[in-house]
């Protein structure tokens, strides 16, 4: 079994900071793509941020210059850090990797985390 498990959401102000971090833990031989969503209420879940295990990252366009993706390969973690946050910042932030196992094969599967609020205040 593969967890993920995202940390470091809360209430900020706008114009604020936050730093999101999300561990992968179980029997995990693999991690490739990983990456950050969202999904505000009433909203479908839009893609953040990605970041290959080589290091490429992506970006939606509305965060570009103020969220930034990195991961730690060592720690199977990676890392979300949100500035000059804004009120339609405001969701819930998903963790999802794409992860092979020692079951799998060395076939990938996605896993998502439970998710953690970020609400950002006007």
């Known amino acids: 079994q593969v967890q993920l498990m995202e940390s470091g959401g809360g209430l900020v102000q706008a114009g604020g900071s936050l730093r999101l971090s999300c561990a992968a833990s179980g029997s995990i031989f693999s991690l490739n793509v990983m990456g950050w969503y969202r999904q505000a209420p009433g909203k479908q879940r839009e893609l953040v941020a990605t970041i290959t295990s080589g290091g490429n990252t992506n970006y939606a366009d509305s965060v570009k210059g103020r969220f930034t993706i990195s991961r730690d390969n060592a720690k199977n973690t990676v890392y979300l850090q949100m500035n000059s946050l804004k009120p339609e910042d405001t969701a819930v932030y998903y963790c999802?990797?794409?992860?092979?196992?020692?079951?799998?094969?060395?076939?990938?599967?996605?896993?998502w985390g439970q998710g953690t609020q970020v609400t950002v205040s006007s």
């Open positions: 999802k990797g794409k992860i092979a196992t020692a079951q799998s094969r060395g076939l990938f599967y996605d896993y």
